[in-house]
Protein backbone atom coordinates (compact mmCIF):
# COMPACT_ATOMS: atom_id res chain seq x y z
CA UNK A 1 0.00 0.00 0.00
CA UNK A 2 1.29 3.66 -0.66
CA UNK A 3 1.39 5.91 1.63
CA UNK A 4 2.20 9.65 1.02
CA UNK A 5 4.21 12.63 3.07
CA UNK A 6 1.11 14.83 1.85
CA UNK A 7 -2.79 15.21 1.99
CA UNK A 8 -4.33 14.41 -1.12
CA UNK A 9 -6.25 17.20 -3.08
CA UNK A 10 -8.99 17.78 -0.42
CA UNK A 11 -11.62 20.70 0.14
CA UNK A 12 -11.51 21.97 3.98
CA UNK A 13 -14.18 23.91 5.66
CA UNK A 14 -14.30 25.73 8.81
CA UNK A 15 -17.00 26.54 9.65
CA UNK A 16 -18.06 28.95 12.86
CA UNK A 17 -21.43 27.89 13.00
CA UNK A 18 -22.89 24.39 14.01
CA UNK A 19 -25.49 25.27 11.22
CA UNK A 20 -22.90 25.90 8.67
CA UNK A 21 -21.58 22.51 9.62
CA UNK A 22 -24.43 21.02 9.43
CA UNK A 23 -25.20 22.77 5.92
CA UNK A 24 -21.54 21.08 4.80
CA UNK A 25 -22.23 17.89 5.81
CA UNK A 26 -25.63 17.59 4.52
CA UNK A 27 -24.25 18.74 1.01
CA UNK A 28 -21.39 16.49 0.96
CA UNK A 29 -23.06 13.27 2.55
CA UNK A 30 -20.98 10.97 2.03
CA UNK A 31 -18.04 12.57 0.56
CA UNK A 32 -17.85 14.86 3.16
CA UNK A 33 -15.55 13.87 6.43
CA UNK A 34 -16.24 15.12 9.57
CA UNK A 35 -13.06 16.47 11.09
CA UNK A 36 -12.27 16.54 15.01
CA UNK A 37 -8.87 16.19 16.57
CA UNK A 38 -7.87 14.49 12.99
CA UNK A 39 -6.58 11.42 15.02
CA UNK A 40 -8.18 9.23 13.00
CA UNK A 41 -8.33 11.14 9.96
CA UNK A 42 -5.02 11.63 8.35
CA UNK A 43 -4.09 8.40 8.58
CA UNK A 44 -6.62 7.37 6.09
CA UNK A 45 -6.43 9.97 3.94
CA UNK A 46 -2.26 9.89 3.73
CA UNK A 47 -2.45 6.07 3.15
CA UNK A 48 -5.29 7.28 0.28
CA UNK A 49 -7.64 4.48 1.72
CA UNK A 50 -10.47 6.69 2.00
CA UNK A 51 -11.24 9.79 -0.50
CA UNK A 52 -13.69 12.77 1.06
CA UNK A 53 -14.09 15.46 -1.14
CA UNK A 54 -14.43 17.79 1.90
CA UNK A 55 -13.38 17.60 5.32
CA UNK A 56 -15.10 19.75 7.77
CA UNK A 57 -13.47 20.96 10.54
CA UNK A 58 -15.38 21.40 13.65
CA UNK A 59 -13.19 22.83 15.86
CA UNK A 60 -14.27 26.48 15.25
CA UNK A 61 -17.54 25.38 16.17
CA UNK A 62 -17.66 27.38 19.79
CA UNK A 63 -20.99 25.67 20.29
CA UNK A 64 -19.57 21.91 20.32
CA UNK A 65 -16.98 22.53 22.84
CA UNK A 66 -17.09 22.20 26.34
CA UNK A 67 -18.38 20.74 29.61
CA UNK A 68 -21.63 22.21 30.81
CA UNK A 69 -24.20 21.85 33.71
CA UNK A 70 -27.66 20.39 32.26
CA UNK A 71 -30.96 19.79 33.71
CA UNK A 72 -29.74 16.10 35.15
CA UNK A 73 -26.08 15.79 35.01
CA UNK A 74 -23.28 17.59 32.39
CA UNK A 75 -23.66 17.79 28.84
CA UNK A 76 -20.36 18.16 26.90
CA UNK A 77 -19.75 19.41 23.82
CA UNK A 78 -18.72 16.58 21.07
CA UNK A 79 -15.60 18.80 19.86
CA UNK A 80 -14.25 18.86 23.69
CA UNK A 81 -10.61 17.78 24.11
CA UNK A 82 -10.23 14.56 26.00
CA UNK A 83 -7.53 16.38 28.18
CA UNK A 84 -10.18 19.07 29.24
CA UNK A 85 -12.30 16.09 29.99
CA UNK A 86 -9.44 14.51 32.01
CA UNK A 87 -9.01 17.61 33.69
CA UNK A 88 -12.64 18.94 34.61
CA UNK A 89 -13.10 19.00 38.41
CA UNK A 90 -16.72 17.66 38.21
CA UNK A 91 -15.91 15.02 35.78
CA UNK A 92 -13.62 13.95 38.02
CA UNK A 93 -15.63 14.38 41.15
CA UNK A 94 -19.00 13.02 39.96
CA UNK A 95 -17.79 10.86 36.47
CA UNK A 96 -14.33 9.93 37.38
CA UNK A 97 -14.97 6.32 35.04
CA UNK A 98 -14.59 8.98 32.50
CA UNK A 99 -12.12 11.03 33.28
CA UNK A 100 -10.20 7.95 33.72
CA UNK A 101 -10.81 6.23 30.11
CA UNK A 102 -10.68 9.15 28.75
CA UNK A 103 -6.32 9.54 30.51
CA UNK A 104 -5.61 6.34 28.66
CA UNK A 105 -6.60 7.11 25.29
CA UNK A 106 -3.26 6.71 23.06
CA UNK A 107 -0.77 9.77 24.75
CA UNK A 108 -0.84 12.88 26.32
CA UNK A 109 0.04 14.55 22.86
CA UNK A 110 -3.26 12.64 21.11
CA UNK A 111 -5.37 13.27 24.09
CA UNK A 112 -4.53 17.20 23.82
CA UNK A 113 -5.86 17.51 20.57
CA UNK A 114 -8.03 14.36 20.28
CA UNK A 115 -12.07 15.28 20.76
CA UNK A 116 -14.43 12.87 22.56
CA UNK A 117 -16.56 13.04 19.42
CA UNK A 118 -13.35 11.50 17.39
CA UNK A 119 -12.71 8.91 19.85
CA UNK A 120 -16.47 7.69 19.88
CA UNK A 121 -16.75 8.36 16.05
CA UNK A 122 -12.98 6.67 15.03
CA UNK A 123 -12.95 4.04 12.88
CA UNK A 124 -12.81 0.24 13.24
CA UNK A 125 -9.26 -0.71 14.22
CA UNK A 126 -8.33 -4.11 11.90
CA UNK A 127 -4.75 -4.22 10.24
CA UNK A 128 -6.72 -5.31 7.08
CA UNK A 129 -9.19 -2.92 6.87
CA UNK A 130 -7.17 -0.44 7.65
CA UNK A 131 -4.15 -1.18 4.76
CA UNK A 132 -7.12 -0.36 3.05
CA UNK A 133 -7.74 -3.94 1.67
CA UNK A 134 -11.45 -4.67 0.25
CA UNK A 135 -12.80 -6.35 3.08
CA UNK A 136 -16.73 -6.74 4.24
CA UNK A 137 -16.19 -3.35 6.03
CA UNK A 138 -15.08 -1.68 3.40
CA UNK A 139 -17.66 -2.82 1.05
CA UNK A 140 -15.74 -5.99 -0.40
CA UNK A 141 -17.13 -10.26 -0.10
CA UNK A 142 -14.43 -11.12 2.64
CA UNK A 143 -12.26 -11.27 6.26
CA UNK A 144 -8.98 -11.31 5.79
CA UNK A 145 -9.17 -11.14 9.57
CA UNK A 146 -10.77 -14.68 10.05
CA UNK A 147 -8.86 -17.02 8.59
CA UNK A 148 -6.98 -19.97 9.80
CA UNK A 149 -3.98 -17.83 8.62
CA UNK A 150 -5.10 -14.18 9.30
CA UNK A 151 -3.86 -11.60 12.53
CA UNK A 152 -6.65 -11.56 14.80
CA UNK A 153 -5.53 -11.19 18.33
CA UNK A 154 -6.89 -8.42 18.62
CA UNK A 155 -10.56 -9.03 17.31
CA UNK A 156 -13.90 -9.53 18.35
CA UNK A 157 -14.95 -12.25 20.47
CA UNK A 158 -19.00 -11.68 21.16
CA UNK A 159 -21.25 -10.62 18.13
CA UNK A 160 -19.23 -11.13 15.29
CA UNK A 161 -21.02 -11.12 11.38
CA UNK A 162 -18.71 -11.67 9.15
CA UNK A 163 -16.62 -8.37 10.02
CA UNK A 164 -14.54 -9.28 12.97
CA UNK A 165 -13.10 -5.68 13.86
CA UNK A 166 -14.01 -4.81 17.10
CA UNK A 167 -14.66 -0.80 18.43
CA UNK A 168 -11.34 0.72 19.51
CA UNK A 169 -12.71 3.49 21.59
CA UNK A 170 -12.06 4.27 25.95
CA UNK A 171 -14.68 6.22 26.22
CA UNK A 172 -17.09 4.64 24.54
CA UNK A 173 -17.28 1.55 27.10
CA UNK A 174 -17.17 4.38 30.04
CA UNK A 175 -20.14 6.65 28.33
CA UNK A 176 -22.27 3.30 27.96
CA UNK A 177 -21.41 2.25 32.00
CA UNK A 178 -22.81 5.80 32.75
CA UNK A 179 -25.97 5.56 30.45
CA UNK A 180 -25.02 8.16 28.23
CA UNK A 181 -26.87 9.78 25.22
CA UNK A 182 -25.49 10.75 22.43
CA UNK A 183 -27.16 14.15 20.60
CA UNK A 184 -26.95 13.62 17.22
CA UNK A 185 -27.45 16.76 14.45
CA UNK A 186 -28.30 17.02 10.91
CA UNK A 187 -30.33 19.99 8.60
CA UNK A 188 -33.29 17.83 9.45
CA UNK A 189 -33.17 18.39 13.22
CA UNK A 190 -31.93 16.82 16.41
CA UNK A 191 -32.07 13.41 17.42
CA UNK A 192 -30.75 11.41 20.94
CA UNK A 193 -29.53 7.99 21.36
CA UNK A 194 -28.54 6.34 24.01
CA UNK A 195 -24.95 5.29 24.09
CA UNK A 196 -25.03 1.88 24.20
CA UNK A 197 -27.39 1.91 20.64
CA UNK A 198 -24.79 4.92 19.15
CA UNK A 199 -22.73 2.28 18.25
CA UNK A 200 -23.72 -0.05 15.47
CA UNK A 201 -22.61 -3.89 14.94
CA UNK A 202 -22.02 -6.18 11.15
CA UNK A 203 -24.87 -7.74 11.40
CA UNK A 204 -26.78 -4.65 10.73
CA UNK A 205 -24.58 -2.32 9.64
CA UNK A 206 -21.05 -3.26 8.31
CA UNK A 207 -19.39 -0.64 7.09
CA UNK A 208 -20.28 1.81 10.06
CA UNK A 209 -19.23 1.60 13.72
CA UNK A 210 -22.19 4.21 14.76
CA UNK A 211 -25.54 5.00 13.85
CA UNK A 212 -24.54 8.13 12.34
CA UNK A 213 -25.74 8.58 9.20
CA UNK A 214 -24.19 10.36 6.30
CA UNK A 215 -24.81 14.39 6.77
CA UNK A 216 -25.45 13.75 10.67
CA UNK A 217 -22.74 15.33 13.33
CA UNK A 218 -22.31 14.06 16.68
CA UNK A 219 -23.17 17.18 18.61
CA UNK A 220 -22.88 16.49 22.55
CA UNK A 221 -22.86 13.78 24.86
CA UNK A 222 -25.23 13.82 27.74
CA UNK A 223 -24.65 11.90 31.18
CA UNK A 224 -27.14 11.86 33.51
CA UNK A 225 -26.72 12.29 37.38
CA UNK A 226 -27.98 8.55 37.93
CA UNK A 227 -24.64 7.25 37.76
CA UNK A 228 -23.46 10.66 39.63
CA UNK A 229 -20.34 10.06 42.43
CA UNK A 230 -21.04 6.06 42.41
CA UNK A 231 -18.19 3.29 42.58
CA UNK A 232 -16.18 2.95 39.48
CA UNK A 233 -13.78 0.95 38.18
CA UNK A 234 -11.43 1.37 35.19
CA UNK A 235 -8.76 -0.88 33.32
CA UNK A 236 -7.44 -0.92 30.02
CA UNK A 237 -5.02 -3.84 29.20
CA UNK A 238 -2.69 -3.01 26.19
CA UNK A 239 0.78 -3.95 24.90
CA UNK A 240 1.73 -0.42 25.83
CA UNK A 241 0.60 1.37 28.59
CA UNK A 242 0.63 4.80 26.35
CA UNK A 243 -0.28 4.73 22.69
CA UNK A 244 -2.54 1.70 22.03
CA UNK A 245 -5.24 0.08 22.12
CA UNK A 246 -7.03 -1.49 24.04
CA UNK A 247 -6.92 -5.53 24.02
CA UNK A 248 -9.35 -5.99 26.49
CA UNK A 249 -10.58 -3.00 29.04
CA UNK A 250 -13.48 -2.60 31.31
CA UNK A 251 -15.97 -0.11 32.36
CA UNK A 252 -17.51 -0.31 35.95
CA UNK A 253 -20.37 1.46 37.56
CA UNK A 254 -21.95 0.19 40.52
CA UNK A 255 -24.50 1.98 43.10
CA UNK A 256 -24.01 0.64 46.56
CA UNK A 257 -26.85 0.13 49.12
CA UNK A 258 -24.63 -0.30 52.28
CA UNK A 259 -22.28 -2.69 51.49
CA UNK A 260 -24.24 -4.72 48.60
CA UNK A 261 -24.66 -3.73 44.97
CA UNK A 262 -27.86 -2.47 44.27
CA UNK A 263 -27.06 -1.88 40.78
CA UNK A 264 -24.00 -2.00 38.65
CA UNK A 265 -22.64 -1.87 34.62
CA UNK A 266 -20.31 -3.68 33.37
CA UNK A 267 -19.14 -2.77 30.04
CA UNK A 268 -16.14 -4.32 28.10
CA UNK A 269 -13.81 -2.84 25.16
CA UNK A 270 -12.06 -4.41 22.62
CA UNK A 271 -13.98 -7.81 22.61
CA UNK A 272 -16.72 -7.01 20.15
CA UNK A 273 -17.58 -4.35 17.70
CA UNK A 274 -19.31 -2.10 19.78
CA UNK A 275 -19.10 -1.66 23.65
CA UNK A 276 -19.93 -4.72 25.31
CA UNK A 277 -22.31 -5.21 28.14
CA UNK A 278 -21.72 -7.97 30.92
CA UNK A 279 -25.91 -8.76 31.25
CA UNK A 280 -25.51 -11.89 33.05
CA UNK A 281 -22.54 -10.05 35.42
CA UNK A 282 -24.53 -7.21 36.11
CA UNK A 283 -27.44 -9.65 37.50
CA UNK A 284 -24.88 -12.18 39.09
CA UNK A 285 -23.69 -9.34 41.45
CA UNK A 286 -26.54 -7.67 42.30
CA UNK A 287 -27.59 -8.08 45.68
CA UNK A 288 -24.35 -8.84 46.55
CA UNK A 289 -20.73 -7.72 48.16
CA UNK A 290 -17.55 -6.64 47.20
CA UNK A 291 -15.94 -9.76 48.02
CA UNK A 292 -13.46 -12.50 46.82
CA UNK A 293 -16.64 -15.15 46.75
CA UNK A 294 -18.73 -12.80 44.79
CA UNK A 295 -16.28 -12.06 41.85
CA UNK A 296 -15.08 -15.71 41.42
CA UNK A 297 -19.08 -16.13 41.17
CA UNK A 298 -19.16 -13.56 38.39
CA UNK A 299 -16.29 -13.74 36.67
CA UNK A 300 -16.87 -17.06 34.75
CA UNK A 301 -20.13 -15.43 33.45
CA UNK A 302 -18.67 -12.56 31.36
CA UNK A 303 -17.06 -14.78 28.90
CA UNK A 304 -20.26 -16.75 28.72
CA UNK A 305 -21.15 -16.98 24.78
CA UNK A 306 -17.51 -15.89 23.18
CA UNK A 307 -16.11 -17.09 19.98
CA UNK A 308 -12.95 -16.69 19.96
CA UNK A 309 -10.82 -16.59 17.10
CA UNK A 310 -7.54 -18.86 16.20
CA UNK A 311 -5.56 -16.10 18.41
CA UNK A 312 -7.79 -14.18 21.07
CA UNK A 313 -8.36 -16.98 23.09
CA UNK A 314 -6.20 -14.62 25.78
CA UNK A 315 -9.19 -12.63 25.88
CA UNK A 316 -11.51 -14.78 27.85
CA UNK A 317 -9.72 -15.31 30.98
CA UNK A 318 -8.96 -11.41 31.12
CA UNK A 319 -12.32 -10.47 30.60
CA UNK A 320 -12.86 -12.85 33.46
CA UNK A 321 -10.25 -11.30 35.91
CA UNK A 322 -11.05 -7.84 34.77
CA UNK A 323 -14.45 -8.65 36.38
CA UNK A 324 -12.81 -10.12 39.26
CA UNK A 325 -10.22 -6.52 39.94
CA UNK A 326 -13.50 -4.94 39.53
CA UNK A 327 -15.06 -6.81 42.31
CA UNK A 328 -12.26 -6.68 44.69
CA UNK A 329 -13.42 -4.35 47.61
CA UNK B 1 -22.31 1.38 -16.82
CA UNK B 2 -20.32 -1.81 -15.75
CA UNK B 3 -21.82 -5.56 -15.56
CA UNK B 4 -19.53 -6.19 -12.65
CA UNK B 5 -17.47 -4.44 -9.98
CA UNK B 6 -14.08 -5.24 -9.59
CA UNK B 7 -11.23 -4.56 -6.62
CA UNK B 8 -7.64 -5.25 -5.90
CA UNK B 9 -7.15 -8.66 -3.91
CA UNK B 10 -4.65 -9.03 -0.81
CA UNK B 11 -1.60 -9.14 -4.08
CA UNK B 12 -2.41 -6.13 -5.48
CA UNK B 13 -4.09 -8.01 -8.74
CA UNK B 14 -7.40 -6.32 -9.54
CA UNK B 15 -9.97 -9.63 -9.49
CA UNK B 16 -13.56 -9.61 -9.94
CA UNK B 17 -15.89 -8.61 -6.61
CA UNK B 18 -19.19 -9.26 -7.77
CA UNK B 19 -22.20 -7.93 -9.69
CA UNK B 20 -22.34 -4.01 -10.39
CA UNK B 21 -25.40 -3.44 -8.66
CA UNK B 22 -25.70 -0.35 -10.36
CA UNK B 23 -27.88 -3.06 -12.89
CA UNK B 24 -30.83 -3.59 -10.11
CA UNK B 25 -31.95 -0.08 -11.59
CA UNK B 26 -31.50 -1.51 -15.06
CA UNK B 27 -33.05 -4.10 -14.88
CA UNK B 28 -36.46 -2.85 -12.85
CA UNK B 29 -36.50 -0.08 -15.72
CA UNK B 30 -36.60 -3.01 -18.18
CA UNK B 31 -39.15 -4.61 -17.06
CA UNK B 32 -41.83 -2.14 -16.81
CA UNK B 33 -41.03 -1.07 -19.83
CA UNK B 34 -41.78 -4.71 -21.08
CA UNK B 35 -45.03 -4.93 -18.98
CA UNK B 36 -45.96 -1.39 -19.87
CA UNK B 37 -45.08 -2.46 -24.16
CA UNK B 38 -47.31 -4.98 -23.07
CA UNK B 39 -50.18 -3.24 -21.65
CA UNK B 40 -50.29 -0.84 -24.20
CA UNK B 41 -50.06 -3.48 -26.75
CA UNK B 42 -53.02 -5.65 -24.86
CA UNK B 43 -54.84 -2.68 -24.61
CA UNK B 44 -55.35 -1.90 -28.28
CA UNK B 45 -55.98 -5.63 -29.16
CA UNK B 46 -59.79 -6.78 -29.55
CA UNK B 47 -60.44 -8.82 -26.63
CA UNK B 48 -62.56 -11.87 -27.35
CA UNK B 49 -65.18 -12.88 -24.98
CA UNK B 50 -64.14 -14.56 -21.52
CA UNK B 51 -64.90 -17.64 -21.07
CA UNK B 52 -66.80 -18.64 -18.01
CA UNK B 53 -65.65 -19.55 -14.55
CA UNK B 54 -68.51 -21.50 -13.66
CA UNK B 55 -69.96 -25.19 -14.72
CA UNK B 56 -67.59 -27.65 -14.50
CA UNK B 57 -64.06 -28.17 -13.37
CA UNK B 58 -61.10 -29.90 -14.34
CA UNK B 59 -57.96 -29.85 -12.24
CA UNK B 60 -54.80 -28.41 -12.99
CA UNK B 61 -52.28 -28.27 -10.21
CA UNK B 62 -52.26 -30.59 -7.15
CA UNK B 63 -52.77 -29.19 -3.76
CA UNK B 64 -48.80 -30.53 -3.17
CA UNK B 65 -47.47 -28.28 -6.25
CA UNK B 66 -49.54 -25.20 -5.25
CA UNK B 67 -48.16 -25.13 -1.80
CA UNK B 68 -44.22 -25.74 -3.28
CA UNK B 69 -45.26 -22.93 -5.78
CA UNK B 70 -46.10 -20.26 -2.69
CA UNK B 71 -43.32 -21.95 -0.95
CA UNK B 72 -41.14 -21.20 -3.30
CA UNK B 73 -42.62 -17.71 -3.35
CA UNK B 74 -42.52 -16.87 0.06
CA UNK B 75 -38.96 -18.06 0.68
CA UNK B 76 -37.76 -16.35 -3.05
CA UNK B 77 -39.90 -13.20 -1.18
CA UNK B 78 -37.53 -13.25 1.65
CA UNK B 79 -34.84 -13.80 -0.12
CA UNK B 80 -35.04 -10.54 -2.67
CA UNK B 81 -35.95 -8.41 0.80
CA UNK B 82 -33.28 -9.97 2.93
CA UNK B 83 -30.86 -9.48 0.16
CA UNK B 84 -31.64 -6.19 -2.12
CA UNK B 85 -32.73 -3.62 0.85
CA UNK B 86 -29.29 -3.70 2.40
CA UNK B 87 -27.94 -2.82 -0.93
CA UNK B 88 -30.36 -0.17 -1.34
CA UNK B 89 -29.59 1.17 1.85
CA UNK B 90 -32.20 -0.18 4.14
CA UNK B 91 -29.83 -2.15 6.54
CA UNK B 92 -31.15 -4.37 9.31
CA UNK B 93 -29.93 -7.66 10.58
CA UNK B 94 -30.53 -9.59 7.05
CA UNK B 95 -27.90 -12.48 6.80
CA UNK B 96 -29.43 -14.95 9.50
CA UNK B 97 -32.99 -14.54 7.42
CA UNK B 98 -31.31 -14.94 4.33
CA UNK B 99 -29.19 -18.08 4.55
CA UNK B 100 -32.28 -19.59 6.08
CA UNK B 101 -34.82 -18.63 3.42
CA UNK B 102 -32.30 -19.64 1.04
CA UNK B 103 -32.08 -23.05 2.80
CA UNK B 104 -36.00 -23.54 2.29
CA UNK B 105 -35.75 -22.76 -1.61
CA UNK B 106 -32.73 -25.24 -2.01
CA UNK B 107 -35.21 -27.95 -0.07
CA UNK B 108 -38.37 -26.63 -1.78
CA UNK B 109 -36.81 -26.91 -5.48
CA UNK B 110 -34.90 -30.46 -4.84
CA UNK B 111 -38.47 -31.97 -3.25
CA UNK B 112 -39.59 -30.26 -7.15
CA UNK B 113 -36.91 -31.90 -8.95
CA UNK B 114 -37.51 -35.40 -7.63
CA UNK B 115 -41.58 -34.88 -7.58
CA UNK B 116 -40.81 -33.84 -11.27
CA UNK B 117 -39.06 -36.89 -12.41
CA UNK B 118 -40.56 -39.11 -9.76
CA UNK B 119 -44.34 -38.02 -9.78
CA UNK B 120 -44.71 -36.31 -12.89
CA UNK B 121 -43.92 -36.08 -16.51
CA UNK B 122 -41.08 -33.70 -16.73
CA UNK B 123 -41.30 -33.32 -20.17
CA UNK B 124 -44.90 -31.33 -19.76
CA UNK B 125 -42.44 -28.50 -19.64
CA UNK B 126 -40.71 -29.01 -22.43
CA UNK B 127 -40.37 -26.51 -25.47
CA UNK B 128 -41.58 -28.10 -28.81
CA UNK B 129 -42.52 -26.84 -32.12
CA UNK B 130 -46.21 -26.78 -31.78
CA UNK B 131 -45.24 -24.77 -28.35
CA UNK B 132 -43.79 -21.92 -30.51
CA UNK B 133 -46.18 -21.67 -33.59
CA UNK B 134 -49.16 -21.07 -30.92
CA UNK B 135 -48.30 -17.44 -30.31
CA UNK B 136 -48.25 -17.07 -34.17
CA UNK B 137 -51.57 -18.76 -34.85
CA UNK B 138 -54.85 -18.59 -32.88
CA UNK B 139 -55.75 -22.02 -34.13
CA UNK B 140 -52.94 -23.65 -32.51
CA UNK B 141 -53.73 -24.00 -29.05
CA UNK B 142 -50.83 -25.00 -26.23
CA UNK B 143 -51.41 -28.26 -23.89
CA UNK B 144 -51.30 -27.63 -20.31
CA UNK B 145 -48.35 -25.15 -20.18
CA UNK B 146 -48.29 -22.53 -23.18
CA UNK B 147 -44.56 -21.19 -25.00
CA UNK B 148 -44.11 -18.16 -22.88
CA UNK B 149 -44.90 -20.22 -19.86
CA UNK B 150 -42.61 -23.18 -20.14
CA UNK B 151 -40.13 -20.35 -21.28
CA UNK B 152 -40.80 -18.66 -18.00
CA UNK B 153 -40.27 -21.72 -16.41
CA UNK B 154 -37.09 -22.54 -18.20
CA UNK B 155 -35.27 -19.50 -17.65
CA UNK B 156 -36.26 -19.91 -13.88
CA UNK B 157 -34.90 -23.01 -13.54
CA UNK B 158 -31.45 -21.89 -14.78
CA UNK B 159 -31.61 -18.80 -12.74
CA UNK B 160 -32.60 -20.26 -9.52
CA UNK B 161 -29.95 -22.96 -9.87
CA UNK B 162 -27.12 -20.73 -10.50
CA UNK B 163 -28.50 -18.88 -7.66
CA UNK B 164 -28.79 -21.70 -5.31
CA UNK B 165 -25.39 -22.91 -6.34
CA UNK B 166 -23.35 -20.07 -5.89
CA UNK B 167 -25.78 -19.27 -2.62
CA UNK B 168 -24.48 -22.41 -1.17
CA UNK B 169 -20.84 -21.66 -1.79
CA UNK B 170 -21.39 -18.34 -0.34
CA UNK B 171 -23.20 -20.01 3.06
CA UNK B 172 -20.20 -21.96 3.62
CA UNK B 173 -18.00 -18.75 3.77
CA UNK B 174 -19.70 -17.70 6.44
CA UNK B 175 -20.25 -18.94 10.10
CA UNK B 176 -23.76 -20.52 11.13
CA UNK B 177 -24.74 -22.81 13.89
CA UNK B 178 -24.12 -25.68 11.45
CA UNK B 179 -20.80 -25.03 10.97
CA UNK B 180 -17.96 -22.34 11.00
CA UNK B 181 -16.95 -20.53 7.80
CA UNK B 182 -14.34 -21.71 5.78
CA UNK B 183 -12.16 -19.12 3.72
CA UNK B 184 -11.11 -21.52 1.14
CA UNK B 185 -11.53 -19.36 -1.83
CA UNK B 186 -9.36 -17.44 -3.90
CA UNK B 187 -10.79 -13.96 -4.15
CA UNK B 188 -11.23 -14.38 -7.79
CA UNK B 189 -13.15 -17.49 -7.39
CA UNK B 190 -15.11 -15.87 -4.60
CA UNK B 191 -15.36 -12.83 -6.86
CA UNK B 192 -17.21 -15.23 -9.73
CA UNK B 193 -19.47 -16.84 -7.13
CA UNK B 194 -20.78 -13.18 -5.96
CA UNK B 195 -20.91 -12.16 -9.36
CA UNK B 196 -22.62 -15.24 -10.51
CA UNK B 197 -25.25 -14.78 -7.34
CA UNK B 198 -25.97 -11.45 -8.08
CA UNK B 199 -26.30 -11.51 -11.74
CA UNK B 200 -28.71 -14.65 -11.22
CA UNK B 201 -30.43 -12.18 -8.62
CA UNK B 202 -31.14 -9.81 -11.35
CA UNK B 203 -32.37 -12.44 -13.96
CA UNK B 204 -34.81 -13.63 -11.52
CA UNK B 205 -35.88 -9.78 -10.16
CA UNK B 206 -36.92 -9.29 -14.03
CA UNK B 207 -38.60 -12.20 -14.23
CA UNK B 208 -40.72 -11.79 -11.29
CA UNK B 209 -41.47 -8.92 -12.19
CA UNK B 210 -42.90 -10.09 -15.51
CA UNK B 211 -44.68 -13.29 -13.88
CA UNK B 212 -46.56 -11.08 -10.92
CA UNK B 213 -47.75 -8.45 -13.82
CA UNK B 214 -48.91 -11.85 -15.97
CA UNK B 215 -50.40 -13.60 -13.09
CA UNK B 216 -52.66 -10.20 -12.40
CA UNK B 217 -53.61 -9.69 -15.65
CA UNK B 218 -57.63 -10.05 -16.63
CA UNK B 219 -57.21 -12.48 -18.76
CA UNK B 220 -54.57 -14.53 -17.28
CA UNK B 221 -56.52 -14.66 -13.63
CA UNK B 222 -57.52 -18.03 -14.33
CA UNK B 223 -54.43 -19.72 -13.95
CA UNK B 224 -53.23 -17.80 -10.84
CA UNK B 225 -56.67 -19.00 -9.12
CA UNK B 226 -55.83 -22.14 -10.29
CA UNK B 227 -52.43 -21.71 -8.35
CA UNK B 228 -54.36 -21.00 -5.41
CA UNK B 229 -57.75 -23.27 -5.71
CA UNK B 230 -56.01 -26.02 -8.17
CA UNK B 231 -59.41 -25.66 -10.79
CA UNK B 232 -60.02 -24.25 -14.45
CA UNK B 233 -63.21 -24.40 -15.50
CA UNK B 234 -63.93 -26.68 -18.59
CA UNK B 235 -65.22 -23.57 -20.76
CA UNK B 236 -61.49 -22.30 -19.81
CA UNK B 237 -59.67 -24.92 -20.57
CA UNK B 238 -61.79 -25.16 -24.16
CA UNK B 239 -60.28 -21.26 -24.59
CA UNK B 240 -56.84 -21.50 -23.64
CA UNK B 241 -55.96 -25.16 -24.66
CA UNK B 242 -55.94 -27.90 -26.66
CA UNK B 243 -58.13 -31.04 -25.28
CA UNK B 244 -55.62 -33.04 -27.64
CA UNK B 245 -52.83 -32.31 -26.02
CA UNK B 246 -53.71 -31.92 -22.30
CA UNK B 247 -56.66 -33.77 -21.03
CA UNK B 248 -56.98 -33.20 -17.41
CA UNK B 249 -58.80 -35.17 -14.52
CA UNK B 250 -61.94 -33.78 -13.41
CA UNK B 251 -61.37 -31.47 -10.51
CA UNK B 252 -62.83 -32.93 -7.08
Keep these: MASFDVMPDTQLYQPAELDDALRLADQYGKDGWILGGGQDTYGWLKDRAKHPRAMIDLNGVATLKGIRESDDGIEIGAATTLREIIRDERINRDYGLLASAAGRVASPQIRNVGTLGGNLSQDARCWYYRRGLDCYRAG ?36 VALDATMVVASVDGERTVAAEDYFVGPKTHITQMTSLEPGEILTAVRIPATWAGKRFFFEKVADRDVWDFALVSIAVAMSMDGDTIADSRFVCGGVACTPHRLRKVESAVRGKSLSDESAEAAAPLASQGAKPLNY ?10 LVRRAMRS | MDIASYKNDVWGQEVIRGVSWDLLWLVIVAAFIVIALHAIISATRKRGEKPSSGGERVSRHDAIDRAYHWVMAASVFVLLVTGIFPIIGLEFGWLEFHWIAGLVLTVAVVFHILRVFVAQDWREMNLSGDDLKAPFDESVKPGKYSAAQKGMHLAVTVLTLLVIASGLVMFAMIDTPLWERSNALSEATLGLVFFIHGISTLGLIGLICLHIYFALRPEKLFYTRSMIKGWISRDELAANHDPQRWTPDEAS
Excluded at chain 1, 140 to 166: L, T
Excluded at chain 1, 312 to 320: D, G, Q, R, V, W
Design chain 1, 312 to 321: NHFKLPLMEN
Design chain 1, 140 to 175: GNICYADGPEAMNREHAVFNASRCVAVSPSDTATAL
